[in-house]
């Protein structure tokens, strides 16, 4: 082994053991129900297409303290429900040359949005695959005739966190066979593929190492069931693509843009690793 590889190869233990925190802790045994009212599936048996890698999958809720979780549990304590707030506000605002608001063509949000983001990604009319932001975007430009808003952009948060509100407690649904298929492959090579410096893949921390620390972080499985989450440390919400572009940085690596191709196909497979477990609707993390 040379002395490089040998370096890169410590750090990476280093990194994945948690050196400076306990070595394992299990996910808490806890209920999550919403407002008292809606129970979100939190844990369940993998899907077959994880057979050899994951028996059971967990939400990362069930990997936070307590505090952070009870955030989750009570929409007066959450704090996506701000924003998801001030969404509404849009939502039945007319914008751009066509005068349309997002209710004009939707109707009320409870309604036109319900399941939806439990389906994403998924393939659109003309057979690409899209993320929910893509769709937001879409309709933006070519039914209301306003500008396309930026993939992490607060606005685009806001509208994202709302819409995934309407699909709390539905099982996540994506599809992965059909035109689907050739995306989730690429997610899933790209899941397993090692980057960065210190040479680890999305695998090596949650899949191989979910319940293991880093530092004072506890790795779940890395589920994207609660996103778009409100991140403590960030003091805001985290889109899924946003917590890739760290994952991939945390590892020394130069990282695909926030609404790439490759981010969208790791997005679907991501997803994928979740079937089983319900929509959160706007998770809080740390």
Not at 156 to 181: F, L
């Amino acid at each position: 082994m040379t002395t490089r590889l040998r370096a890169t190869t410590l750090a990476a233990a280093a990194l994945c053991a948690g050196l400076a925190a306990p070595a394992f802790a299990d996910p808490v045994e806890a209920e999550l129900v919403i407002n008292d009212d809606i129970t979100i599936k939190t844990v369940a048996p993998a899907a077959e297409h994880l057979k050899g890698h994951l028996d059971t999958v967990y939400s990362g809720w069930l990997f936070r303290e307590d505090e952070t979780r009870a955030m989750t549990m009570d929409d007066f304590d959450n704090p996506n429900m701000v924003f998801a707030e001030q969404a509404l506000e849009v939502w039945a605002t007319p914008e751009g040359t066509q005068n349309k608001s997002c209710a004009d063509c939707h109707g009320a949000i409870e309604e036109g949005m319900k399941g939806v983001r439990a389906a994403m990604p998924k393939i659109n009319a003309a057979g690409d695959l899209w993320s929910l932001e893509n769709y937001v975007n879409d309709c933006r430009t070519n039914r209301m005739g306003a500008e396309a808003w930026k993939w992490n952009s607060q606005d685009m948060k806001n509208m994202t966190v709302a819409i995934s509100v309407q699909s709390r407690g539905m099982p996540v649904a994506v599809e992965i066979d059909g035109p689907a298929q050739s995306h989730w492959e690429k997610g899933r090579e790209m899941y397993y593929t090692r980057y960065g410096q210190l040479e680890l893949s999305c695998a090596n921390c949650h899949e191989d190492n979910y319940g293991n620390f880093i530092r004072a972080d506890h790795l779940s499985q890395g589920q994207t069931a609660g996103f778009p989450v409100y991140r403590l440390k960030d003091a805001g919400i985290v889109s899924i693509h946003q917590r890739f572009v760290g994952c991939i940085r945390d590892t020394r690596a130069e990282t695909f843009a926030a609404g790439s191709q490759e981010f969208i196909d790791l997005e679907l497979y991501v997803a994928s690793r979740g079937m089983g477990l319900d929509i959160e609707g706007a998770g809080v993390r740390p």
